[in-house]
């Protein structure tokens, strides 16, 4: 599915991985890029239509699809990462907060935004979901559990909508070197590379894309004996060094 002359739709576009999504699919031709935020003002980059969302509304979600019907590429990005231990305060709170943003954020989008994908020969749906999508780690395990259900949700829509021919890709993602994994010390990808892997993707109508060794690692080690869920270590993960 070629960028060049597609219409996207890209949720946290105002930084991290988003905002260079924007900047990426401008470069790549894209006929227009709608940029959503909470904060529009905050988006660093001219040439695209700037949108003001929360992706946990629902109603904002809706209005937004209904004043974008031209989307043909549905990017949902905008995610948060809470980090917090099993038994802090709040990791209840936490894990409902994550659920909100990581999950039902893009279950909202795509529901209001299948019409309009239908209409404009299938399109497709990114979804940016994680290496923590398969294994856990203490400080994340809210956040996993949101990305777990990310999966799932992108497996479902990858399944519900092959009918209206909509291409459904699942990225998944180590540590990528923007705020929010501004607290960990493992190495990191750059968004750039990210980003320009999911539209390789998209173009070769692909529908899973693993950004990084690490990742690798983890889906082939799913069905390793022990599984590489049971006792996951992100050091041991890393590649050996030379
Ligand atoms: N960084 C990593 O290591 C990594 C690895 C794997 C996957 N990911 C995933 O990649 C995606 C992008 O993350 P990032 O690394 O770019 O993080 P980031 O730099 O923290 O940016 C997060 C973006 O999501 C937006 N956002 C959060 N809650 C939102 C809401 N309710 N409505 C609309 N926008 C909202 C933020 O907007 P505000 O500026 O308004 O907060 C910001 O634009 C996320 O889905 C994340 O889970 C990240």
Same mark, same amino acid.
Not at 18 to 39: D, I, M, P, S, T
Not at 48 to 53: D, F, G, K, T, Y
Not at 116 to 127: M, R, T
Not at 140 to 148: E, I
């Given at each position: 599915?070629?960028?060049? &002359? ?9 930084? @991290?991985?988003?905002?260079?999504? !924007? ?5 790549? @031709?894209?006929?227009? *890029? ?12 001219? @040439?695209?239509?700037? %949108? ?7 109603? !904002? ?19 948060? !990462?809470?980090? #917090?231990?099993?038994?802090? +305060? ?12 990581? /999950? ?10 299948? +019409?309009? $994908? ?9 979804? *940016? ?5 398969? *294994?856990?780690? +203490?400080? !994340? ?6 990305? #777990? ?9 990858? #399944?519900?909508?092959?009918?209206? =021919?909509?291409?459904?890709? =699942? %990225?998944?993602?180590? +540590? *990528? &070197? ?10 990191? %990808?750059?968004?750039?590379? %990210? ?9 070769? @109508? ?22 590489? /869920? $049971? ?12």
């Amino acid at each position: 599915m070629k960028i060049r &002359d597609s219409v996207a739709f890209v949720t946290g576009a105002n930084r @991290g991985i988003g905002l260079v999504f !924007a900047q990426e699919l401008l470069a790549a @031709g894209a006929r227009k *890029v709608y940029a959503a935020a909470r904060n529009p003002e905050s988006i660093p980059l001219s @040439g695209v239509e700037r %949108v003001r969302l929360d992706v946990t509304n629902p109603e !904002a979600v809706a209005s937004a699809a209904r004043a974008s019907g031209d989307v043909n590429r549905l990017i949902n990005n905008a995610g948060i !990462a809470l980090w #917090t231990g099993f038994l802090a +305060p709040g990791s209840v709170e936490a894990a409902r907060s994550e659920m909100e943003t990581n /999950y039902f954020g893009p279950l909202y989008l795509s529901r209001a935004f299948a +019409p309009a $994908l239908a209409k404009n020969s299938g399109g497709a749906i990114v979804n *940016v979901l994680s290496i923590l999508s398969w *294994v856990a780690v +203490p400080s !994340a395990g809210t956040y996993s559990a949101s990305k #777990t259900a990310a999966w799932a949700l992108t497996n479902w829509l990858r #399944t519900g909508l092959r009918e209206q =021919g909509t291409q459904v890709l =699942g %990225v998944h993602a180590g +540590p *990528v &070197d923007t705020d929010m994994a501004s607290g960990l010390t493992l190495p990191k %990808v750059t968004p750039v590379d %990210v980003v320009r892997q999911v539209l390789n993707a998209l173009e070769a @109508g692909r529908d899973e894309v693993l950004v990084d060794d690490m990742t690798r690692q983890v889906k082939a080690g799913l069905s390793d004996e022990p599984g590489i /869920y $049971l006792n996951f270590d992100p050091e041991a993960a890393l590649p050996a060094a030379n």
